[in-house]
């Protein structure tokens, strides 16, 4: 198991079932060990102990990382201020998307059929179901 306890710096971790049943002991692998448990898992050669593979990185993949060393510890506040920062950003993408759908509608009659003007609104990259008439789908905007 990969363990990071600050940026660039990982620690590999064996977890092995001792003769207790419900006793794991932990140690840390030199990087030797550790490869030659990659070699056997692709060689299959593992002199019959069940050997179990998990990588967690695909979970944390698109999760944010933090590179400063003094955010560590902090991970709430960093998560808090990642995602406000996001939010703020979909905000502002939306108000920007929203005002082109109202200035491109100010230029229609009011009684204009969505059908007409739906080609429009998917290129700016709003979907369906904002009203059947531009007077409506302004009034919804």
Request: glycine share 4%.
């Amino acid at each position: 198991m990969d363990h990071s306890c600050r940026p660039s710096k990982t620690w590999c971790l064996g977890i092995h079932s001792r003769q207790c049943r419900y006793a794991l002991a932990v140690e840390e692998l030199t990087p030797s060990q550790f490869l030659h448990v990659k070699e056997e898992l692709v060689d299959g050669t593992v002199n019959g102990n069940f050997v179990l593979e998990l990588d967690f990185e695909p979970f944390t993949a698109l999760f944010p990382k933090s590179t400063l060393s003094k955010s560590i510890g902090n991970g709430v506040e960093f998560l808090n201020w990642h995602l406000s920062a996001k939010m703020i950003q979909n905000l502002n993408s939306l108000q920007s998307v929203l005002r082109k759908a109202e200035e491109y509608l100010n230029k229609l009659p009011t009684d204009t059929p969505y059908s007409e003007f739906d080609h429009k609104f998917q290129e700016i990259g709003l979907e369906r179901d904002w009203g059947d008439t531009a007077l409506k789908v302004h009034d919804t905007i």
